[in-house]
């Protein structure tokens, strides 16, 4: 899962060489004023808050939108980024046991979401989750596009498993099977683990924006008039 370590890590990388990729890239010098913000578009898409009757509408509207910044991140970078790790070195002495030795590539990054994802809609609907998200799971999926799809079908099965939550449902307790999902999100509820999977892929979003950002890419949520996610 997310790790304080890793953040802190690419935080000072994001210091260090920020400036000189700023210089570097045009497209890095955007304006704020000439950036429609995301929130805006998913506000003319979207029932309004008078509209969101269900809690499922109400998760699933956040929800859909943590998608479409981490898709798109994820669309957007060229395959011969998905190797890229801002920062070498080993971590492991500093929490023992607890997550990667080294700074996730980004296309590690993407693999840990989807098999989170899955993992997350498994542990909604009562069932066993893929095991070892923490160290890239079970997929064999490695290429760029085979990541893609991959994390596509996680938000598609997630997407499903936040919808079946409900008023009548929605304080029952959650049984944790796996002790690194357990020890991230649980013991819980299907209403906490929901706003986890929220929280979960914006974490790991806001990492995905510094990689991107230091190989001069604007994320697509940043830019003017986002893009469309290639479905």
Do not use: W
């Not at 970078?77 to 890229?84: D, F, L, Q, R």
């Not at 971590?91 to 023992?96: C, D, E, K, P, S």
């Not at 974490?203 to 991107?212: A, I, R, S």
């Amino acid at each position: 899962m997310t790790h304080l370590l890793q953040k802190v890590s690419l935080l000072m990388v994001a210091l260090v060489m920020g400036g000189t990729a700023l210089h570097q890239s045009p497209v890095q010098n955007q304006r704020p004023d000439q950036t429609l913000p995301l929130v805006d578009q998913f506000a003319q898409e979207n029932p309004t808050a008078a509209e969101l009757r269900t809690v499922a509408s109400a998760l699933l509207l956040n929800f859909r939108f943590e998608e479409y910044e981490f898709r798109s991140a994820a669309e957007a970078m060229p395959a011969e980024k998905y190797g890229y790790r801002p920062a070498q070195g080993d971590y492991g002495g500093v929490y023992a046991g607890y997550g990667p030795k080294e700074l996730r590539t980004f296309g590690e990054q993407v693999k840990h979401v989807a098999c989170s994802n899955f993992a997350f809609a498994a542990e909604l609907d009562g069932k066993t989750p893929p095991a070892g998200c923490d160290t890239g799971g079970p997929s064999p999926a490695k290429t760029r596009d085979e990541l893609i799809v991959y994390l596509r079908d996680s938000f598609k099965t997630l997407d499903k498993s936040l919808g079946a939550i409900t008023k009548e449902n929605m304080f029952q307790p959650i049984n944790m099977f796996q002790p690194i999902v357990g020890h991230y999100a649980g013991p819980n509820t299907r209403l906490g683990l929901a706003t986890v999977c929220i929280s979960h892929v914006a974490d790991h979003y806001g990492q995905l924006v510094l990689y991107m950002r230091l190989n001069g890419i604007v994320p697509p949520a940043s830019r003017p008039n986002p893009p469309g996610l290639k479905d």
